[in-house]
């Protein structure tokens, strides 16, 4: 009987243990951002700039307790970072349709 109360107290205390707030998700898509070249277009810089922010705040509401809105902030900087990562890569593309075009009238204006 005693060592049923001790397993129930275990399971019990490792039920009310604190979970880690996991971050590697959010981290691994800021870090696909920069790859992308975040750095160099300003709105996904912002962007990039904003998921960080976020992903701070969500540590810090975390280590308060405040776990529903640790989640909720840190949704939102995987969001921004997510957004980093599509303007950075739209930039690219452009670039290379327009150098693309740029090709193409030169092709034409020699005919």
Known sequence: M????????AIAAAGCAKKELTTESTTSTQ???EAAGAADV???ALA???SQEH?????????????DEAK???MRAESDAELAVVLAKAE???SLAN???ENVRKVQSEH
């Open 99 to 101: 150098t693309a075009m």
């Open 48 to 50: 990039l700039q904003l």
């Open 92 to 94: 690219d593309e452009k």
């Open 72 to 74: 909720s902030m840190l």
């Open 2 to 9: 005693q060592r049923l109360i001790l397993l129930l107290c």
């Open 42 to 44: 300003p709105q996904a």
């Open 55 to 67: 992903l701070e705040h969500a540590k810090e509401l975390y280590d308060d307790g405040k776990e």
């Open 31 to 33: 870090r696909a951002a």
